[in-house]
């Protein structure tokens, strides 16, 4: 199975931030990679997709980059409802397999 | 608007069996490819089970492979997930999700509890 895994584990921001996410595979995953959010007792929420593009409906200042083992999620300009848990998910191939997360907590 | 509707979670103890269910609205099912997802408490994300358009294709993780069982019902627009031998590692809330590239859409979760 590939290994997704994340890093920072944990980060704490302000409003108006700029916030790096790393997500790194154990193997090529070309761009087969999503990015979720994740707020307290709610389902996850699809942000970004084939690494890079935007879902509909989420707000430009969310970004995805990368290709093969190494991906970033950024924000730009961290917004109150932005503190959450960000997990990515690679669906290049069974199992498809999600990251340990990363939780933004407020500074 | 889509909506996708999780139930059939419990309270069960080991070894015992449950099946949860998930109902669709708001978009052609048949169309689309479904999986399972599972959140233990206070833990990450874990994907449990897929199932492709027409039931042709079906693959799970390996923490589940032969204890649970997908399936879906594209008439009564629903998707199941059959769970048998359940152990106390299987507590979680359980989402279904529509595929499309990522999982767009996902219901609100159902918790199942495993213990004695």
């Known amino acids: 199975a590939i290994r997704m895994t994340q890093s920072p584990s944990s980060l704490s921001a302000s409003t108006g931030d700029r916030v790096t996410i790393t997500c790194r595979a154990s193997?090529?995953?070309?761009?087969?990679l999503t990015w979720y959010q994740q707020k307290p007792g709610k389902a996850p929420k699809l942000l970004i997709y084939?690494?890079?593009t935007l879902q509909s409906g989420v707000p430009s200042r969310f970004s995805g980059s990368g290709s093969g083992t190494d991906f970033t999620l950024t924000i730009n300009s961290l917004q109150s409802e932005d503190f959450a848990t960000y997990y990515c998910?690679?669906?290049?191939?069974?199992?498809?397999?999600f990251g340990p997360g990363t939780e933004v907590v407020f500074k | 608007e889509v909506q996708l509707v999780d139930s059939g979670g419990d309270w069960v103890q080991p070894g015992g069996s449950l099946r949860l269910s998930c109902t669709a609205s708001?978009?052609?099912?048949?169309?689309?490819?479904m999986n399972w997802v599972r959140q233990a408490p206070g833990k990450g994300l874990e994907w449990v089970a897929y199932?492709?358009?027409?039931?042709?294709?079906?693959n799970y993780a390996d923490s589940v492979k032969g204890r649970f069982t997908i399936s879906r019902d594209d008439a009564k627009n629903s998707l199941y997930l059959q769970m048998n031998s359940l152990r106390d590692e299987d507590t979680a809330v359980y989402y279904c999700?529509?595929?499309?590239?990522?999982?767009?859409?996902w219901g609100q979760g159902t918790l199942v509890t495993v213990s004695s």
């Open positions: 708001g978009f052609t099912f048949n169309y689309y490819n």
């Open positions: 199932i492709s358009t027409l039931s042709s294709a079906i």
């Open positions: 084939a690494a890079a």
């Open positions: 999700a529509r595929e499309t590239t990522g999982f767009d859409h």
């Open positions: 193997q090529t995953i070309s761009t087969s």
């Open positions: 998910q690679q669906y290049y191939n069974f199992p498809f397999t």
